[in-house]
């Protein structure tokens, strides 16, 4: 049985995840760290900072609050000998290359992803794998209405993966042959490399994303779905069972899925 400390076990995902991973047969929510008290339990106990958790009920602390808030649990898991999941995002690439030395120095495991869905993860991997053999690639990215900023850090990922493949396949950047703008904006925004970002806000969408390919007669639409928050706890579940035969700072799921 592996026993899971939630850092930010109150919000949104923490919450999820409290539901979520408590299924796992081998997997133990015992305890819910938040500043806030979480409106579900489930049999976990509450306590109001990482400090307060007993290390004896703890294997693996999965953090879903805020930068700050893993740099206590960071702490505290090198302290006490335990593995980290870090999920919330805000984390600046400086303060990632400090954690790895952090939990080298612990010999402990850290595993940090800014993007928990097995599916996205997919996605980016099969459009990674496709970018070679088109000669263009756009990307529109479809979120609900309440998202303030765009496009989304997925989109400019994705379009980062895919140029970078592309160039590794001695592909030219992409250069737009529309020259005449009836309405400014049109063609969306450069994501880097002249691979064109179209951003769509609607309510009742959630996050969603299709990359698409063309070459002289065919085309091909790598689309991904997030319907609900739920689609992240797999993924979590899997970085929880691997982190312990780590040490120091992995980056993403990817190695987790063959
Ligand atoms: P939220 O605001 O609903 O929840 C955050 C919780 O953390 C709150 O309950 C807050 O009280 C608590 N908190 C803050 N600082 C704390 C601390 N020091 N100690 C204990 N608790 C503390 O936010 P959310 O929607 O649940 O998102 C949480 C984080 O997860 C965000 O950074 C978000 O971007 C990220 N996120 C990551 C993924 C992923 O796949 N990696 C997916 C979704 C959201």
Not at 47 to 71: L, P, R, W
Request: charged residues 20%; contains cysteine.
């Amino acid at each position: 049985m592996i026993r899971v400390a939630i850092v930010g076990g109150a919000g949104r995902m923490g919450q999820i995840m409290a539901e979520g991973l408590s299924q796992g047969a081998d997997l133990e929510v015992t305890t819910l760290v938040d500043v806030n008290e979480p409106a579900q339990l489930r049999g976990s106990s509450w306590v109001k900072s990482i400090e307060e958790a007993k290390d004896v009920d703890v294997d693996v602390v999965v953090d879903f609050s805020t930068a700050q808030g893993v740099a206590s649990s960071l702490v505290w898991c090198a302290k006490h000998k335990k593995h980290l999941v870090i999920g919330a995002t805000g984390i600046v690439s400086s303060a990632l290359d400090a954690m790895d030395k952090q939990a080298r120095a612990a010999k402990i495991g850290v595993l940090q992803a800014a993007n928990f869905s097995i599916g996205a993860v997919l996605a980016e991997r099969f459009a990674v794998q496709a970018a070679p053999y088109f000669d263009r690639v756009e990307i529109i990215e479809l979120h609900h209405d309440k998202k303030v900023d765009a496009p989304s850090g997925t989109s400019l990922a994705s379009a980062k993966e895919i140029a970078q493949a592309r160039k590794d396949a001695g592909l030219s950047s992409l250069i737009d042959p529309t020259t005449s703008f009836t309405v400014e904006g049109a063609r969306g925004g450069d994501g880097g490399d002249g691979i064109m970002i179209h951003s769509v806000r609607l309510p009742g969408l959630v996050a969603h994303q299709e990359v698409l390919f063309g070459r002289d007669g065919e085309g091909l639409t790598i689309r991904h779905d997030a319907y609900d928050r739920k689609s992240f706890v797999a993924g979590v579940a899997l970085a929880v069972r691997a982190v312990g035969a780590t040490t120091g700072l992995t980056i993403g799921i990817d190695t987790l899925i063959s």
